[in-house]
Structures are given as structure tokens and as C-alpha cells.
């Protein structure tokens, strides 16, 4: 595979330019399109603009940024044949490898970016749609907390006695979005040896279940409803004691995985009082797990996280404090492998460590320019097209761009 591919995309919320985004710091250049708005509306292009803190420029709030860095942008209204020919002479012009969108697939063909009339511009040209429940489904839209809803998680997250309760992260707009990510790669290993483009359709829905890898098949193992997995807060739902306790000054999640690991535990100083006959075997401590948690809280009473921590790596226990966002972005490995950008206001913010070490990041030193505002590079995007200055007057003033 060539190092650098050009990526064109109409792209809004989260989950496809979080894919979008990997792409980036492969170094690729990643153009995102956006409806250009309509006179007097009040947030024109990807409502994500419009979310966060401010930075001092209307469309650039801080919810939009991270996803969108490294990135250009150009406006095209779709809904208009002129723009819809745009679209294809940008993908013909600048040899666009990869075209993709998060749309209702009902929009597809209304808005001229199915794959068949994209592929006359580019017979070679890889497509990727995302959506709630791909194309059988067009017209579901699809968001993170609902589908959370709808497809077990919450069910699965909070205390067994309470409310169900969302993942902390929306990690099913993640989730599909590495799952475009990875498809797209392998699309063009495979255009390498055939030359011929593909289709891919995204279902986060279909992405977010295959993740119930450990829940599904329980419906085919357990007879008894009861024993089907269910909200079990902070605890590991097969090895007991794995769970969130209280510090003197925090938090630390202990997660004991064996019998030998848990009479290592039954060592350390003020632990003693764990240790019974009936706990020796997991399955005795499963039976006794609530009061076991209860005498782990009371051994903690007289430890401080840091000293706790230092305790069980001695004894090579699995344990870890529970940080907050903050300490998170202070740890040695997370701080220096941050992403930055400059804002328009010249100050430079950390954002976000990559998954993994490019060569493209390491030789910008891990900073990539703020993300477009809306229409950024229209000029120089359709200057490089092919189009006049006069020609590009023209576009804006009929609402193509």
C-alpha cells in the first residue's frame, strides 16, 4: 500500500471522523464536506462545531476539535445536481482514493454519494458508509446512548439494585468507527491486487453486539434466567474479590484472579482476617463474595492508595488507583505521546495520545493543525480542482458552496 491516500468525507458528529481521524495521523490527507448552511442559519455544517467550550471562534468549540484536527474542509450543498457534479469532479480530479459518510442510507442516492455514481468518477474508488443499521435499515438513525440502550449495555452497566446506567465513554461511535477504520485498510490491501473498488457498509449496531462476545452465548449455555449476566457494578463477574474500594485518601480497583493470588492478599498486614477455609477455591468465595468485600474494606481502612498499590506490587497482586481524568493525562506515557494543536488564539493544547506510533506523527512531533472551520478550503481545495477564481465566485453566490 502507497504511504499516502487521499480521503474524502461527509462527515458530522462523532463516529466517522474519529475514523477519519486515524487516518490522519497516517499522514493521509482527509477532506471533510459540509452543508454550507442556508442564509441567516445559526449553525451551519456539523452540529459538533457548536459543542463544548468555547475557543473564540464560533465554529470551533472544543467537542469538535479533537476528532477534526490535521483535516481540511470544504462546503458542497448536495442537494443540488450542480453540487452533486462537484462532488465528482473532486473525486476525479484529485484522484480521491476513499470516500466516506455517516448519511441515512435512504440519502444516498437524493444526495448523489451511493457508491454507483461515486465510482464513475474513480472505478477504483473504495466507499465506506456508516450508519445506525446499515442499508436494510435506511432510514434508523442511529446515536451512541440509544443503541447503548437498545443493545444491552446499559442493561449490563450500573449496580445490580439500581437504575441501568450508560458506559462512561460512547464507546459504540468508537467502536464502528475502528471498525471503518480497519475495513478500509483492508479494502485497499485488496484493491492493490484486483484494482477495483468496493463497497463497505458500517451498522454500528452490528459492530456494538459483536463486542457481547462474553454475554450472547450465555443464552445457549444457562438454562436458569436468573444466571444470565446482569449489572454487577465494579465486580469481575466470574473471579471474586475483583472490585472498587475505598482508600483513606481514594480509591483502588484490586482484581484477585486465582486462588494463589488471593492467599498472597490473605498476607499482607491488616488482611489476615480474609482467610477461612470456605475461601480458599473461587467458587467458596463467589458464595461468601459480599461479606468478603466488606473485610477487604475494613483492611483498607488504615492504607493509603500509594501505599496499598506499593503492598500488592510487591506481591505481584493486580491493583491500580482510580484516577481521574486529570491524573490520567499527567501519567508519564499518556503526556508524552499527547497530540497537540495550536488554536487561532496561538495557544497550544494537548488532546489526545494516539493508539499507535506513526511515522507521520513522530516526524511532526505529534502536532497537527486545528481543525477547519466551516468551508476553510474551499479556495484552495477548488483551486487545485481545476476551477477559476471567477468559477468559485460563482459556486457561492448560487449556494453550491
Not at 463497497?199 to 454475554?215: E, F, G, K, Q
Not at 481524568?325 to 501519567?331: D, G, P, Q, S
Request: charged letters at 25%; aromatic letters at 8%.
Amino acid at each position: 500500500m502507497t504511504t499516502s491516500k487521499t480521503i474524502l468525507c461527509l462527515e458530522q458528529a462523532l463516529t466517522l471522523p474519529y475514523a477519519t481521524q486515524r487516518f490522519v495521523q497516517l499522514g493521509w490527507r482527509v477532506i471533510r464536506i459540509e452543508p454550507p448552511g442556508k442564509p441567516g442559519q445559526e449553525h451551519p455544517g456539523d452540529p459538533n462545531r457548536y459543542i463544548g467550550e468555547e475557543t473564540g471562534v464560533d465554529d470551533l468549540h472544543a467537542y469538535y476539535i479533537a476528532p477534526n484536527v490535521g483535516k481540511e474542509a470544504i462546503t458542497i450543498n448536495l442537494q443540488k445536481s450542480e453540487g452533486r457534479a462537484l462532488l465528482k469532479q473532486i473525486i476525479r480530479e484529485l484522484q480521491v482514493d476513499v470516500f466516506m459518510c455517516n448519511t441515512l442510507p435512504k440519502r444516498y442516492e437524493q444526495l448523489g454519494i451511493d457508491f454507483e455514481s461515486l465510482k464513475e468518477a474513480n472505478p477504483a474508488l473504495i466507499w465506506c458508509g456508516v450508519s445506525a443499521f446499515g442499508p436494510d435499515h435506511p432510514d434508523r438513525a442511529g446515536y451512541d446512548p440509544a443503541l447503548q440502550a437498545m443493545l444491552g449495555y446499559m442493561y449490563l452497566t450500573g449496580e445490580p439494585d439500581r437504575d441501568p446506567m450508560l458506559c462512561g465513554l460512547p464507546v459504540i461511535d468508537l467502536k464502528a468507527g475502528d471498525e471503518a477504520y480497519s475495513q478500509v485498510l483492508l479494502a485497499l490491501l485488496g484493491q492493490e491486487k484486483t484494482g477495483e473498488g468496493k463497497r463497505i457498509d458500517i451498522s454500528m449496531a452490528r459492530c456494538a453486539v459483536s463486542w457481547l462476545i462474553t454475554a450472547l452465548p450465555q443464552l445457549s449455555f444457562v438454562k436458569d434466567e436468573a444466571d444470565l449476566f446482569k449489572r454487577s457494578g465494579n465486580e469481575h463477574r466470574s473471579f471474586v474479590p475483583s472490585n472498587c474500594y475505598p482508600t483513606k485518601d481514594g480509591f483502588v480497583y484490586l482484581a484477585i484472579g486465582s486462588d494463589t493470588q488471593w492467599q498472597k492478599l490473605t498476607r499482607i498486614n491488616g488482611f489476615e482476617h480474609l482467610s477461612t477455609p470456605e475461601r480458599k477455591t473461587n467458587n467458596g468465595r463467589n458464595a461468601d463474595r459480599e461479606n468478603i468485600y466488606a473485610d477487604i474494606r475494613k483492611g483498607l481502612e488504615n492504607y493509603t492508595t500509594e501505599t496499598f498499590i506499593e503492598v500488592c506490587l510487591d506481591n505481584n497482586l493486580a491493583v491500580a488507583p482510580v484516577h481521574t481524568i486529570r491524573e490520567v493525562a499527567a501519567l508519564d506515557f499518556v503526556r508524552e505521546q499527547m497530540v497537540r494543536t495550536r488554536l487561532p488564539d496561538g495557544d497550544e493544547v494537548n488532546l489526545f495520545p494516539a493508539p499507535m506510533d506513526t511515522e507521520f506523527l513522530k516526524s511532526n512531533d505529534s502536532r497537527l493543525s486545528c481543525a477547519p472551520t466551516l468551508g476553510e478550503h474551499n479556495e484552495s481545495v477548488l483551486a487545485e480542482v481545476g476551477l477559476t477564481s471567477n468559477e468559485i465566485i460563482e459556486l457561492k453566490s448560487s449556494g453550491i458552496i
